[in-house]
């Protein structure tokens, strides 16, 4: 695991160290090059984070549940919502950048720290001969992510007399893990009998490296300081989780099963469709009527944002 580890890393360093080498024999000036700079800036944006949170929102918008919501509540009535986790975020990023030429830089940069957990609630309340059979059911997930380490190559498009614009590109190195705790409790509406069911996995941090691009511009506000700002895409997805799973009901049972989380689509008739979920299994289960689209599970920490700061130029 370290040495593979390491040798990401090393994919990291070296990949934007060779692309700005090439750049710099296109572009070179002349000029007194190097200079090191410091870039300070607010970052804020969305991250996709993917199975976990596709399992939430298809389980919360099921047809049933959506029916008896807006047309029939008589009928089956829902209270609550099962909530996916907030994929919006905000953080400063300080980033060490070397002017390699008047066209050419080379940055290095931490990223933020992602932590996203929630709780919620949904009890859905099946009528039947005017008795209510309620099924709550509850969710805890959680994700968690260190902060990556990206490098990035800036390719200036060209300079005006204080405004400029430029092309980015990069590598991160990414790790991170995921955790769920399910709860189901039912009711028999006529004699009371209490049945539950609690469900609970977790994975290992992993790590992956990612990819990023963006499209900036620069606005020089005295000889050594500048306003940049920057839109960047980011592609980051984290898989093959190793995980272990504790499984309880009140027959009783206990079970324990390791492996790996996978995430497939399954059929319930008491939702009335289909909807996502994540599982763990040493060997996955062969696809059937009520159980399909199965694959290891993902963290995507892939997406979208906007940063705005200054870069302080040092010598």
């Known amino acids: 695991m370290k040495k593979r580890a390491g040798g990401k890393l090393g994919v990291i360093i070296l990949c934007p160290i060779l692309l700005s080498g090439v750049l710099l024999v296109l572009s070179y000036g002349g000029d007194k090059y190097p200079k090191l700079s410091l870039r300070l800036s607010g970052e804020a944006g969305i991250v996709v984070i993917g199975d976990i949170n596709e399992g939430l929102r298809t389980f919360n918008r099921s047809p049933n549940f959506e029916y008896f919501r807006k047309y029939d509540p008589e009928g089956g009535r829902v209270e609550g919502e099962i909530r996916s986790l907030n994929n919006l975020f905000a953080s400063w990023m300080p980033e060490i950048r070397v002017d390699l030429s008047q066209r050419v830089s080379w940055g290095f940069s931490i990223g933020p720290k992602l932590r996203r957990q929630n709780e919620s609630t949904l009890t859905y ?50 790790r991170g893990g995921l955790r769920e705790q399910f709860n189901l409790t039912t009711i028999d509406g006529f004699p009371g009998d209490v049945d539950w069911s609690r469900r609970f996995w977790e994975t290992r941090s992993k ?19 500048a306003l940049i700002g920057e839109v960047q895409w980011r592609y980051a997805r984290i898989g093959n989780f190793d995980a272990s799973m504790r499984y309880e009901t009140s027959t009783p049972s206990n079970e324990v099963t390791t492996g790996w989380l996978y995430y497939y689509t399954r059929d319930d008739p008491l939702l009335g469709g289909q909807y996502a979920d994540l599982s763990v299994w040493y060997e996955p289960p062969w696809a059937s009527f009520d159980i399909g689209n199965i694959r290891k599970a993902r963290l995507d920490l892939g997406g979208v944002s906007l940063s705005l700061g200054l870069k302080l130029q040092l010598f």
């Open 125 to 174: 309340y099946s009528m039947s001969s005017g008795t209510a059979w309620p099924y709550e059911y509850y969710y805890k997930p959680e994700i968690w992510a260190s902060s990556p380490v990206r490098t990035t190559v800036y390719l200036d498009l060209g300079k005006g007399a204080r405004l400029s614009s430029f092309l980015s590109a990069g590598v991160g190195y990414y």
């Open 207 to 225: 790590s992956a490296i990612g990819f990023h691009i963006g499209w900036g511009m620069e606005m020089a506000l005295t000889q050594k300081i």
